[in-house]
C-alpha cells in the first residue's frame, strides 16, 4: 500500500473526533488532546470531579478506533491493595503436564489502550509498574521482557501493509477527595504527555446529557446519527490508519519558530543559569522572565516537556487543518502551540507553596478567578507568552496572555 497523504491522516483524525463527540458532550478540547496523544504516542492524564465522565470518554475514544474487543482496550481500577503483578501479569503453574512447568499469564496491561482508573489510589510500588511500560512500551517480568505493541499485517484490495499496532495509557484521578490517595511523583508524571482538565458542562451541554440518559434522546441524537467514514473501518484498518499517521507526524517538521519557542520555554524555568540561552527574546523580557520563575517556579522543566509540547502541537495542527480546509498545516502551528500548552505543562510545572496568593497580588486580573487550575493555567501562558521569539512580530499573537498588559 501506498504512503497515506497527509490530508488523509487530518481527515481521518477528524473523523475520530466526530466519532467521540457522538457519545460526549462538551468536551472538545478534551478528546482533541487525546487525539493529540494517540497519533504522537504519547499518554494523557485525566483529572475532573466524579461524573463528569472520565471513563465514558476513555470508553467511546477506544469504540471509535475499533478497539473496544478484548485485545483493544481494557481498564483496571487502582486500590490500595493491588500488587504490580496484577498489573504486568505473571508465572502460573503449568497444569496441562508438558512443556514448561510455569507458563507466563498475561495482565491487563496487554492492551492497546489502558484505563488506569484513579491511578494516584495504589500504592507508589504498584504505580512503579507503568513506569517501564509507558515509557519503552514493554514489561518485564522475573527477567524477561515482552513487547506491549504487536506487529501486524493488513490485507486489503489485494495489496498487504505492516503496521505497528499503538499503546496508549490514559490515567485518571480525582482531585477532591484525596484519602487514601498516593500523589504520582514527578517522573511518572513526566511519562503523561498531557494532562488534561474535564471542566463542568455548562446547561446547554447538561440539558443534552440528561435527556440523552433518561430516555430523551437517542445516543447521538440529532444530527449525530449521520454515518462517518471511520464507522466503516476495520480494527485492522485504524491501527493501519494509526500507524501511518503517527509515522507522517513524526516526519513532519514544525516550523523554527515553534521549535525556539518551546526549548525557549524550557530553559527559562532554569531562572537566571540560562537566561543568556534564551533565542531572539529581548533584554526586557528576560529579565521577566527570570523574576517570574524566581518568584514562581519551584523547579526546571526537562526536554520531555518541550518535546511532548511539539509532538502534541503538531497533531493538533493536522486536526485543525483538516477542520479549516483551505488553511494549511504549518499555518496552523502557533494557534496549536498555545492550546497544547496548559496540557503539556500543568502537571510539570511545579509553582512554589505559595503560589496562589502571589498570583493574586502579582496579577490583579486573576483576583476574579475562583477555580485554581484557571489561575495555574493563566500563570503558565504568561510565562509562555514572554518566552515567545519576537522576530517577525511572532510574539505579537501571543502578547493578549501577558497578565501585565
Same mark, same amino acid.
Given at each position: 500500500?501506498?504512503? $497515506?497523504?497527509?490530508?488523509?491522516?487530518?481527515?481521518?483524525?477528524?473523523?475520530?473526533?466526530?466519532?467521540?463527540?457522538?457519545?460526549?458532550?462538551?468536551?472538545?478540547?478534551?478528546?482533541?488532546?487525546?487525539?493529540?496523544?494517540?497519533?504522537?504516542?504519547?499518554?494523557?492524564?485525566?483529572?475532573?470531579?466524579?461524573? $463528569?465522565?472520565?471513563?465514558?470518554?476513555?470508553?467511546?475514544?477506544?469504540?471509535? $478506533?475499533?478497539?473496544?474487543?478484548?485485545?483493544?482496550?481494557?481498564?483496571?481500577?487502582?486500590? &490500595?491493595?493491588?500488587?504490580?503483578?496484577?498489573?504486568?501479569?505473571?508465572?502460573?503453574?503449568?497444569?496441562?503436564?508438558?512443556?514448561?512447568?510455569?507458563?507466563?499469564? &498475561?495482565?491487563?496491561?496487554?492492551?492497546?489502550?489502558?484505563?488506569?482508573?484513579?491511578?494516584?489510589?495504589?500504592?507508589?510500588?504498584?504505580?512503579?509498574?507503568?513506569?517501564?511500560?509507558?515509557?519503552?512500551?514493554?514489561?518485564?517480568?522475573?527477567?524477561?521482557?515482552?513487547?506491549?505493541?504487536?506487529?501486524?499485517?493488513?490485507?486489503?484490495?489485494?495489496?498487504?501493509?505492516?503496521?505497528?499496532?499503538?499503546?496508549?495509557?490514559?490515567?485518571?484521578?480525582?482531585?477532591?477527595?484525596?484519602?487514601?490517595?498516593?500523589?504520582?511523583?514527578?517522573?511518572?508524571?513526566?511519562?503523561?504527555?498531557?494532562?488534561?482538565?474535564?471542566?463542568?458542562?455548562?446547561?446547554?451541554?447538561?440539558?443534552?446529557?440528561?435527556?440523552?440518559?433518561?430516555?430523551?434522546?437517542?445516543?447521538?441524537?440529532?444530527?449525530?446519527?449521520?454515518?462517518?467514514?471511520?464507522?466503516?473501518?476495520?480494527?485492522?484498518?485504524?491501527?493501519?490508519?494509526?500507524?501511518?499517521?503517527?509515522?507522517?507526524?513524526?516526519?513532519?517538521?514544525?516550523?523554527?519558530?515553534?521549535?525556539?519557542?518551546?526549548?525557549?520555554?524550557?530553559?527559562?524555568?532554569?531562572?537566571?543559569?540560562?537566561?543568556?540561552?534564551?533565542?531572539?527574546?529581548?533584554?526586557?523580557?528576560?529579565?521577566?522572565?527570570?523574576?517570574?520563575?524566581?518568584?514562581?517556579?519551584?523547579? &526546571?522543566?526537562?526536554?520531555?516537556?518541550?518535546?511532548?509540547?511539539?509532538?502534541?502541537?503538531?497533531?493538533?495542527?493536522?486536526?485543525?487543518?483538516?477542520?479549516?480546509?483551505?488553511?494549511?498545516?504549518?499555518?496552523?502551528?502557533?494557534?496549536?502551540?498555545?492550546?497544547?500548552?496548559?496540557?503539556?505543562?500543568?502537571?510539570?510545572?511545579?509553582?512554589?507553596?505559595?503560589?496562589?496568593?502571589?498570583?493574586?497580588?502579582?496579577? &490583579?486580573?486573576?483576583?476574579?478567578?475562583?477555580?485554581?487550575?484557571?489561575?495555574?493555567?493563566? $500563570?503558565?501562558?504568561?510565562?509562555?507568552?514572554?518566552?515567545?521569539?519576537?522576530?517577525?512580530?511572532?510574539?505579537?499573537?501571543?502578547?493578549?496572555?501577558?497578565?501585565?498588559?
Amino acid at each position: 500500500m501506498s504512503q $497515506l497523504p497527509a490530508e488523509q491522516a487530518a481527515h481521518f483524525m477528524l473523523q475520530v473526533k466526530r466519532s467521540v463527540q457522538r457519545d460526549i458532550i462538551g468536551q472538545d478540547a478534551v478528546i482533541e488532546g487525546l487525539i493529540a496523544a494517540l497519533f504522537t504516542g504519547g499518554h494523557v492524564l485525566l483529572e475532573s470531579n466524579p461524573g $463528569l465522565g472520565k471513563t465514558s470518554l476513555a470508553v467511546s475514544f477506544a469504540k471509535s $478506533l475499533k478497539m473496544n474487543d478484548g485485545a483493544g482496550y481494557g481498564r483496571i481500577q487502582f486500590t &490500595p491493595d493491588l500488587l504490580p503483578s496484577d498489573i504486568t501479569g505473571t508465572f502460573m503453574p503449568n497444569m496441562s503436564g508438558s512443556g514448561d512447568p510455569f507458563t507466563f499469564q &498475561p495482565g491487563p496491561i496487554f492492551r492497546q489502550m489502558l484505563l488506569a482508573d484513579e491511578i494516584n489510589r495504589a500504592t507508589p510500588k504498584t504505580q512503579a509498574a507503568m513506569l517501564e511500560a509507558m515509557a519503552e512500551r514493554k514489561v518485564t517480568v522475573l527477567g524477561e521482557t515482552r513487547s506491549l505493541v504487536e506487529n501486524r499485517v493488513l490485507s486489503q484490495n489485494m495489496q498487504q501493509a505492516r503496521f505497528e499496532t499503538p499503546f496508549m495509557v490514559i490515567g485518571t484521578q480525582n482531585p477532591i477527595d484525596q484519602e487514601g490517595t498516593y500523589d504520582l511523583p514527578e517522573a511518572q508524571l513526566d511519562r503523561f504527555q498531557l494532562k488534561l482538565l474535564m471542566a463542568p458542562s455548562d446547561s446547554s451541554a447538561l440539558v443534552e446529557i440528561v435527556e440523552r440518559v433518561s430516555g430523551g434522546l437517542s445516543a447521538g441524537g440529532g444530527d449525530a446519527k449521520a454515518p462517518l467514514d471511520i464507522d466503516a473501518y476495520s480494527a485492522d484498518q485504524c491501527g493501519w490508519l494509526i500507524d501511518q499517521t503517527k509515522t507522517l507526524l513524526c516526519e513532519t517538521k514544525m516550523p523554527r519558530k515553534i521549535i525556539e519557542h518551546a526549548v525557549n520555554l524550557v530553559q527559562a524555568t532554569h531562572g537566571a543559569a540560562k537566561a543568556a540561552e534564551l533565542v531572539d527574546i529581548p533584554a526586557r523580557c528576560a529579565e521577566q522572565i527570570v523574576e517570574f520563575v524566581e518568584r514562581y517556579c519551584e523547579w &526546571p522543566l526537562g526536554p520531555r516537556a518541550a518535546i511532548a509540547l511539539i509532538q502534541a502541537s503538531k497533531a493538533k495542527a493536522f486536526l485543525l487543518s483538516a477542520e479549516n480546509a483551505s488553511t494549511q498545516m504549518q499555518a496552523m502551528a502557533a494557534r496549536a502551540l498555545l492550546e497544547m500548552t496548559p496540557g503539556a505543562l500543568r502537571h510539570r510545572v511545579k509553582f512554589k507553596y505559595s503560589w496562589q496568593r502571589m498570583a493574586m497580588e502579582d496579577f &490583579p486580573v486573576l483576583r476574579s478567578l475562583r477555580d485554581m487550575e484557571k489561575v495555574r493555567d493563566a $500563570l503558565l501562558l504568561h510565562l509562555f507568552a514572554l518566552c515567545a521569539p519576537q522576530a517577525a512580530s511572532y510574539n505579537e499573537f501571543f502578547k493578549p496572555h501577558l497578565l501585565d498588559q
